[in-house]
């Protein structure tokens, strides 16, 4: 029982453009929401992330979206850069649970130049 | 800089062979994470630590065991690894206030022979 959905193994986008990364969950206990990069060979790294006290999170060039009754959110790159290709990963956590995640299967963004 | 290193990168072991995976952190924080991540999937939580507090996930095989010596150190034990065992292993940790994103190493490649 996957709670949280990337449905979209893959994405191509034009440099310059937008890039929107989706994410859907199915427990209403998540209260904490991240994105995650992953380059070949290493780990993942922290990206952005929100509270479900919030419907939006900004950090430059990235965007997050959160959508509590439809239980969605999206990364939102903008511009797209090649260096933007990578998988990115959402992940989710329920308040008082030690801070354990539960990830997506990621999403390949491959930017084109 | 402040991180969390795992070692080896590679490691190649035989069927039935028993392994250990390591990771140290510099970043003090109270808890520790094992996922186990198999190709084009979501990373696993096997186990964590909070402090000494040992916590095992419902799924995870007994063939799994951790040791966490002191707050800087956590290691994985495979006691008789098998072919379904191939994966990457990725360590991760977390401060134990607010908000906080888990920290990922690099991961450890695990193939068995």
């Known amino acids: 029982d996957q709670q949280v959905k990337q449905n979209s193994p893959s994405l191509s986008v034009q440099e310059g453009r937008i890039s929107i990364l989706n994410c859907d969950y199915t427990?209403?206990?998540?209260?904490?929401f991240l994105w995650y990069k992953k380059y070949p060979a290493e780990g993942p790294t922290f990206l952005i992330s929100?509270?479900?006290?919030?419907d939006k999170n900004e950090d430059g060039r990235f965007t997050v979206f959160l959508n509590k009754s439809a239980k969605h959110l999206s990364l939102h790159i903008v511009p797209s850069q090649p260096g933007d290709s990578a998988v990115y990963f959402c992940?989710?956590?329920?308040?008082?649970?030690?801070?354990?995640?539960?990830f997506g299967s990621g999403t390949q963004l491959t930017v084109l130049p | 800089d402040a991180m969390v290193i795992q070692n080896p990168r590679y490691q190649v072991t035989q069927f039935g062979k028993p392994v250990t995976l390591s990771c140290s952190q510099t970043?003090?924080?109270?808890?520790m994470y094992w996922y186990q991540q198999k190709s084009s999937q979501a990373p696993k939580l096997l186990f964590h630590?909070?402090?000494?507090?040992?916590?095992n996930e419902a799924d995870t095989p007994d063939n799994f065991q951790s040791r966490r010596p002191n707050t800087s150190f956590c290691f994985l034990d495979i006691r008789s690894p098998g072919l379904g065992d191939a994966a990457m292993y990725l360590c991760?940790?977390?401060?134990?206030?607010?908000?906080?994103?888990?920290?990922f190493g690099d991961g450890t490649r695990l193939s068995i022979l």
């Open positions: 992940a989710a956590r329920v308040s008082g649970s030690a801070r354990q995640l539960t």
């Open positions: 427990n209403s206990m998540f209260d904490y």
């Open positions: 929100i509270s479900s006290i919030k």
């Open positions: 970043l003090n924080h109270n808890v």
């Open positions: 630590y909070y402090d000494k507090d040992f916590n």
């Open positions: 991760a940790t977390a401060g134990a206030l607010g908000n906080q994103p888990q920290h």
